[in-house]
Nanobody, 115 residues
Framework: QVQLVESGGGLVQPGGSLRLSCAAS????????MAWHRQAPGKQRELVAG???????TYTDSVKGRFTISRDNAKSTVFLQMNSLKPEDTAVYYC?????????WGQGTPVTVSS
């Protein structure tokens, strides 16, 4: 079992930045593929970015060049640095830990981009 706790969401103006954090319980964090998803009102949850245990990253096209995912295996934490935020980035952001047989979700942290 893995428990995930996100933090760092909030209200930001267009063009601003936020850094989301996701702290994981357990001592096998390094084995999991970690990802950030988001769900905007009335829309399906979508994958934003992912990172393997070795540090290989992937991003959805709409955030490439603006968002950066990283992880600190020693601290069992994954981060999402979000720059040049746009109103369309407004959503609840969820952290996920993906193993070979299981997937765990955090409770989500809301991000609102508005002037």
């Amino acid at each position: 079992q893995v428990q995930l706790v996100e933090s760092g969401g909030g209200l930001v103006q267009p063009g601003g930045s936020l850094r989301l954090s996701c702290a994981a319980s357990g001592n096998i964090f390094s084995r999991y593929y970690m990802a950030w998803h988001r769900q905007a009102p009335g829309k399906q949850r979508e994958l934003v970015a992912g990172i393997t245990s070795g540090g290989t990253t992937t991003y959805t096209d709409s955030v490439k060049g603006r968002f950066t995912i990283s992880r600190d295996n020693a601290k069992s934490t994954v981060f999402l640095q979000m720059n040049s935020l746009k109103p369309e980035d407004t959503a609840v952001y969820y952290c996920a830990a993906v193993g070979s047989l299981s997937r765990f979700w955090g409770q989500g942290t809301p991000v609102t981009v508005s002037s």
